[in-house]
């Protein structure tokens, strides 16, 4: 099964993508986890993408596309993946489109989670990432998923590791800003992607506004 999955910041796509990837077995690659570990690493890649994330742009498309390509040819890839992430543009959705026709992959499904960009900014700058696993979620303004209390100290309300951390560019509203003056572009941004795919494939849409077990069962639901 190959699905991409599009959400704005902040609507619990990687969280809905985890448990994706669970009930498919399939490879849940996300871009922007690619390119932070690239980063941690001190690869080239990570250098060249660095300023870009800090500030909330794009990489850019003649380094993303050929990566996220490349990435779907991998052999964990064989039998399906979840791409998340990609892509962020028209001009990527142009590329993916023409890509999977060059090697004959099929596209099984669309996934959009839809959400306002004021939740989905407040979401965002709740959120805390656990240092044992990134899909244990926790977020300092959604009651279901607050971080547990333990000695006065936040901790993780899965694992209970401590050390919750935020990730830099969302504490940045301006980056967030960015960011999701990208996604919520239907000229040539993320939702001018989802519409290009949308007149192209199947488009299962997806209220991303109530919890967490409440949106993977909707998901998981239209899946079939
Ligand atoms: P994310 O973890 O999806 O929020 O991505 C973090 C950052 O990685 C984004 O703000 C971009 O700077 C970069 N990024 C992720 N996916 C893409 C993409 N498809 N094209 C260009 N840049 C991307």
Not at 30 to 58: C, H, M, S
Not at 166 to 180: C, L, P, T, W, Y
Request: aromatic share 6%.
């Amino acid at each position: 099964m190959n699905i991409l999955i599009f959400g704005p910041n902040g609507s619990g796509k990687g969280t809905q993508g985890a448990i994706v990837q669970k009930k498919y077995s399939v490879p849940h690659i996300e871009t922007g986890v690619i390119f932070r570990d690239n980063i941690k690493k001190g690869t080239d890649l990570g250098k060249k993408a660095k300023a870009f994330i800090d500030r909330g742009d794009l990489v850019p498309d003649d380094i993303t596309i050929p990566m996220i390509l490349n990435r779907l040819k991998e052999p964990d890839c064989k039998s399906g993946w979840l791409l998340d992430g990609f892509p962020r543009n028209l001009a990527q959705a142009e590329a993916m489109w023409k890509a999977l026709q060059n090697e004959k992959m099929k596209l099984d499904y669309v996934v959009e989670i839809t959400l306002s960009r004021d939740i989905a900014k407040r979401r965002i700058m709740g959120r805390r990432l656990c240092p044992v696993d990134n899909n244990h979620p926790n977020n300092i303004y959604i009651d279901a998923i607050k971080p547990a209390m333990k000695d006065g100290k936040m901790v993780c309300r899965v694992c209970g590791a401590d050390n919750l951390a935020s990730r830099a560019d969302d504490q940045d509203e301006v980056a967030i800003d960015k960011r999701h003056g990208i996604y919520y572009d239907t000229k040539t941004g993320t939702l001018a992607a989802v519409h290009y795919f949308k007149d192209r494939v199947k488009v299962l849409s997806v209220d991303g506004s109530p919890g967490v077990k409440e949106v993977s069962e909707d998901l998981l639901l239209k899946l079939g």
